[in-house]
């Protein structure tokens, strides 16, 4: 299996752009999960899905994000405006329902907003 | 409620010695606790796991990790550190299967030469 799959590993991008994010769970797994990881707050849950519906989103910052997932195999994040306090490492993680806990975690995407 | 406290942002041992990296843990429910690791520049990944089984719990790359209810702790164990050990560390727990994960804010292993 390739694991968890998130584009782009890097972006940079100016205040006020919109950015997405995107990312591809592992085959077979129906829960999926959105974090952010910074050196000031750690890792913060965003949001999560089952089945491809939002069932937590206590964790998305402001209006400015939102998570969709149309399909079991596909999911993005999108901060539209961006500003430079949402630069972070993003990371997407997949799980089978039954095993929430254990997460399988992509590689992350840098983001540098300047 | 839960909540994970992990202590000491960054340890340092020299190869060869014991890793310790402490975990301690606030449920009111009986938990189930996690170590994850993430290596420079990766994702993380399940190093163990206690799901309410043994309490002595054997993970990944010879590490393990004791739940002691009294203490309200699920310390992390390698009898011999090696150079590949270094990585970020991170406790989690929830209040059961299907729970949302509570993270701790990690730490940062270094293995000296």
């Known amino acids: 299996d390739a694991g968890v799959i998130q584009s782009p590993r890097h972006e940079v991008t100016e205040m006020g752009q919109e950015v997405t994010l995107r990312c591809k769970p592992i085959s077979g797994h129906n829960s999926l999960f959105w974090y952010r990881q910074t050196m000031m707050r750690g890792l913060e849950l965003l949001i999560y899905?089952?089945?491809?519906?939002?069932?937590?989103d206590s964790g998305m910052p402001e209006d400015r994000f939102s998570a969709k997932m149309p399909n079991a195999s596909f999911s993005t994040l999108k901060i539209q405006p961006s500003e430079p306090r949402d630069s972070a490492v993003y990371f997407c993680?997949?799980?089978?329902?039954?095993?929430?806990?254990?997460?399988?975690f992509g590689p992350g995407t840098r983001l540098t907003v300047t | 409620a839960q909540s994970v406290t992990q202590l000491g942002s960054h340890v340092s041992v020299s190869e060869g010695a014991l890793v310790l990296l402490r975990c301690n843990y606030s449920?009111?429910?009986?938990?189930?606790l996690f170590w994850y690791v993430q290596y420079p520049n990766q994702g993380l990944q399940l190093l163990l796991k206690?799901?309410?089984?043994a309490t002595l719990v054997k993970g990944i790359n010879g590490f393990e990790a004791e739940f002691k209810k009294s203490e309200t702790s699920f310390h992390l164990t390698k009898p011999s550190a090696h150079m590949s050990d270094a990585a970020e560390y991170f406790c989690?727990?929830?209040?059961?299967?299907?729970?949302?994960?509570?993270w701790g804010l990690g730490t940062s292993l270094a293995v000296n030469p």
């Open positions: 899905f089952n089945n491809n519906v939002p069932i937590d």
């Open positions: 206690y799901t309410s089984a």
């Open positions: 989690a727990v929830s209040a059961g299967n299907n729970r949302k994960l509570i």
């Open positions: 993680a997949s799980s089978l329902a039954s095993k929430t806990y254990e997460q399988y």
């Open positions: 449920s009111s429910v009986p938990p189930y």
